[in-house]
């Protein structure tokens, strides 16, 4: 049987152990205070998955908010400072990166790259650049701070955003 000073122990051991389990870092300093923040990604109304979002800040910071859509269109924005990270985006006005990879049906391994002849992995390769550019979801231009032309204000109160490509896109 515990005497009362066991049980004390205990429960101190167990309460540090919920505390460094549960998630409880300390923000490093310069971490900015942030809120809620998911963005939809859609072109007419179709959602772009595995398409990386990036929220770049009118001036430089040395972290940096950003999330990857699911197969629906959705991310979750979270913050990063260093190796601490945190879900949601700090309130203000940024400029939107996309970045999108298509996915390849048909694609070789390094090793049948390898193997092939000269002429034959250039024309494949000119065919897979080929392939990726006509299944871009959105112009290049969407990749870079300076060129991308979607802005958006992260706001307390309103946590989700919807960014629909077609509104750039179509002329």
């Not at 001036?59 to 190796?83: C, R, V, Y």
Request: overall charge negative.
């Amino acid at each position: 049987m515990m005497n009362k000073q066991q049980t004390i122990r205990c429960a101190a051991f167990s309460a540090v152990l919920v505390l460094l389990f549960s998630g409880c870092q300390k923000a490093p300093s310069g971490f900015p205070d942030v809120v809620p923040c998911r963005i939809n990604v859609v072109k007419d109304g179709d959602p772009l998955p595995q398409t990386t979002v990036i929220l770049v800040s009118d001036s430089p910071k040395e972290w940096f908010s950003s999330g990857e859509t699911d197969a629906s269109g959705k991310t979750e924005i979270n913050t990063t400072l260093s190796n601490f990270s945190r879900s949601g985006a700090p309130e203000g006005h940024y400029k939107v990166t996309l970045n999108q990879i298509p996915q390849l049906k048909e694609t070789k391994s390094q090793q049948e790259l390898f193997d092939m002849p000269a002429s034959e992995k250039a024309a494949y390769i000119a065919k897979q650049e080929k392939l990726i550019r006509e299944s871009r979801a959105f112009p290049l231009e969407f990749e870079s701070h300076v060129t991308t032309p979607i802005e958006i204000d992260v706001k307390k109160g309103e946590p989700t955003l919807t960014i629909d490509v077609a509104q750039w896109t179509e002329k």
